[in-house]
């Protein structure tokens, strides 16, 4: 574990080192291979189909804020849809325009969700949706998973209902957009993933958020138990077919991704937990506090010099105050 550790500290020192051409370049193959998915679900119109076009998109959404970058997709979307049906396109603009005033323009921090299910849909890996959101997001990722699973659906009905306008007549009376809206109603098959999604994220979120130890944990894994089981119970009551040796495989699979990426994300040494308690003239204080596992603290000994948690705390909060 030492050595992952140590691993993983190289590399984000190297990073932190490096942050201003590296932070970019992670974010221009993120968000092409963004679009590059978008591109499968969406590509309707021969402007994005070309890839000098998906680069060119990158770059710029690698150098805007996640808010912008969701304009910008939402933007792509929308001229997608519009090569396949006028009526169409102005039901997506409704849908886009209510997300962002609803969510995108409230949360901006957690817009990048919107984005990131649809992908995750697209690469059979949409079991590790709640674990990931709930890590990263808390319960504010609730609704943009069910906006990001409402895109994705939402992309296979532009594909059916493509298909059907390619064999009807140009003068033809059929309404895209009822098409559409009698879709959703009628898939029981979102409304379970909505539900289950909403479930795990909470319920996972307040345990990944306990004062105990390993609550991160426990949290992730309390999260995949909810989405199996619920995602049993649901099925049933709204019966809908549910695989469930893939719910299973597929849960496991995002229990995995959710660990290593918690490993990326923060580990710390229980083993040295402190319990301590200070006061000042307004607060009396109880602290619990746990030092980060890296390998600074794993080759330093701790000397006389070394602060310990309570004049750590305190130093914190002296700083936060000034501020």
Same mark, same amino acid.
């Given at each position: 574990?030492?050595?992952?550790?140590?691993?993983?500290?190289?590399?984000?020192?190297?990073?932190?080192?490096?942050?201003?051409?590296?932070?970019?370049?992670?974010?221009?193959?993120?968000?092409?291979?963004?679009?590059?998915?978008?591109?499968?679900?969406?590509?309707?119109?021969?402007?994005?189909?070309?890839?000098?076009?998906?680069?060119?998109?990158?770059?710029?959404?690698?150098?805007?804020?996640?808010?912008?970058?969701?304009?910008?997709?939402?933007?792509?979307?929308?001229?997608?849809?519009?090569?396949?049906?006028?009526?169409?396109?102005?039901?997506? &603009?409704?849908?886009? #325009?209510?997300?962002?005033?609803? !969510? *995108? @323009?409230?949360?901006? %921090?957690?817009?990048?969700? =919107?984005?990131?299910?649809?992908?995750?849909?697209?690469?059979?890996?949409?079991?590790?949706?709640?674990?990931?959101?709930?890590?990263?997001?808390?319960?504010?990722?609730?609704?943009?998973?069910? &906006?990001?699973?409402? #895109?994705?659906?939402?992309?296979? !009905? *532009? @594909?059916?209902?493509? %298909?059907?306008?390619?064999? =009807?007549?140009?003068?033809?009376?059929?309404?895209?957009?009822?098409?559409?809206?009698?879709?959703?109603?009628?898939?029981?098959?979102?409304?379970?993933?909505?539900?289950?999604?909403?479930?795990?994220?909470?319920?996972?979120?307040?345990?990944?958020?306990?004062?105990?130890?390993?609550?991160?944990?426990?949290?992730?894994?309390?999260?995949?138990?909810?989405?199996?089981?619920?995602?049993?119970?649901?099925?049933?009551?709204?019966?809908?077919?549910?695989?469930?040796?893939?719910?299973?495989?597929?849960?496991?699979?995002?229990?995995?991704?959710?660990?290593?990426?918690?490993?990326?994300?923060?580990?710390?040494?229980?083993?040295?937990?402190?319990?301590?308690?200070?006061?000042?003239?307004?607060?009396?204080?109880?602290?619990?506090?746990?030092?980060?596992?890296?390998?600074?603290?794993?080759?330093?000994?701790?000397?006389?010099?070394?602060?310990?948690?309570?004049?750590?705390?305190?130093?914190?909060?002296?700083?936060?105050?000034?501020?």
């Amino acid at each position: 574990m030492s050595g992952l550790l140590n691993v993983r500290d190289t590399v984000r020192d190297f990073l932190r080192k490096y942050d201003e051409i590296i932070s970019p370049a992670f974010r221009f193959v993120v968000i092409y291979i963004m679009f590059t998915y978008i591109n499968k679900l969406y590509g309707y119109d021969p402007l994005f189909d070309k890839s000098v076009m998906t680069v060119l998109l990158s770059v710029i959404c690698a150098l805007v804020s996640d808010k912008v970058t969701v304009l910008i997709t939402a933007m792509v979307l929308l001229l997608n849809v519009l090569a396949v049906s006028k009526e169409l396109a102005l039901l997506f &603009f409704v849908i886009m #325009l209510f997300m962002y005033c609803t !969510y *995108v @323009r409230l949360f901006p %921090d957690s817009a990048w969700i =919107l984005l990131l299910v649809p992908v995750l849909y697209s690469m059979n890996l949409v079991y590790a949706v709640p674990m990931i959101v709930m890590m990263f997001a808390g319960m504010t990722g609730v609704v943009p998973v069910a &906006f990001g699973g409402a #895109l994705y659906f939402m992309s296979q !009905y *532009v @594909r059916e209902i493509a %298909d059907i306008i390619k064999t =009807l007549p140009k003068n033809n009376d059929f309404r895209a957009y009822e098409y559409m809206l009698d879709a959703f109603k009628d898939n029981k098959q979102f409304l379970v993933q909505i539900i289950v999604f909403a479930a795990a994220i909470i319920i996972g979120y307040i345990f990944y958020c306990l004062s105990i130890n390993y609550s991160w944990y426990i949290g992730i894994g309390v999260c995949a138990v909810v989405s199996i089981i619920f995602f049993m119970i649901c099925g049933g009551k709204l019966e809908v077919e549910v695989n469930g040796g893939e719910v299973f495989l597929g849960t496991f699979l995002g229990l995995v991704i959710a660990l290593c990426l918690q490993v990326v994300k923060n580990v710390v040494d229980y083993s040295r937990k402190e319990t301590v308690q200070f006061e000042d003239d307004e607060y009396y204080y109880y602290v619990q506090a746990i030092p980060k596992y890296n390998k600074k603290t794993d080759k330093t000994q701790k000397t006389d010099d070394t602060p310990n948690a309570a004049q750590r705390v305190k130093k914190a909060m002296s700083e936060e105050k000034t501020q």
